[in-house]
């Protein structure tokens, strides 16, 4: 069979370009099934403090949530 295709060295190039179209296109066909659609976790956080200004509430809610988590 060796012999076969080292004699004819362009019939085995002819088969291989001809194997690889066919894998190549049976690639390009397959669902792409392996990637599901994610959504990276997320946290929402919402703190009231009335009557407080920023700098108060970024010093005193804020960094304990932060710690926390």
Same mark, same amino acid.
Request: charged share 5%; aromatic share 8%; glycine share 4%.
């Given at each position: 069979?060796?012999?076969?295709?080292?004699?004819?060295?362009?019939?085995?190039?002819?088969?291989?370009?001809?194997?690889?179209?066919?894998?190549?296109?049976?690639?390009? &066909?397959?669902?792409? $099934? *392996?990637?599901? *659609?994610?959504?990276?976790?997320?946290?929402?956080?919402?703190? $009231?403090?009335?009557? $407080?200004? $920023?700098? &108060?509430?970024?010093?005193?809610? &804020? *960094?304990?949530?932060?710690? *926390?988590?």
């Amino acid at each position: 069979m060796a012999r076969f295709f080292i004699d004819r060295p362009v019939f085995a190039w002819v088969i291989s370009i001809l194997i690889m179209g066919i894998g190549l296109l049976s690639i390009l &066909t397959l669902p792409i $099934a *392996q990637y599901p *659609q994610i959504a990276p976790p997320s946290v929402s956080v919402q703190a $009231a403090y009335p009557g $407080a200004s $920023a700098e &108060t509430v970024a010093n005193t809610v &804020t *960094q304990i949530i932060e710690q *926390q988590m």
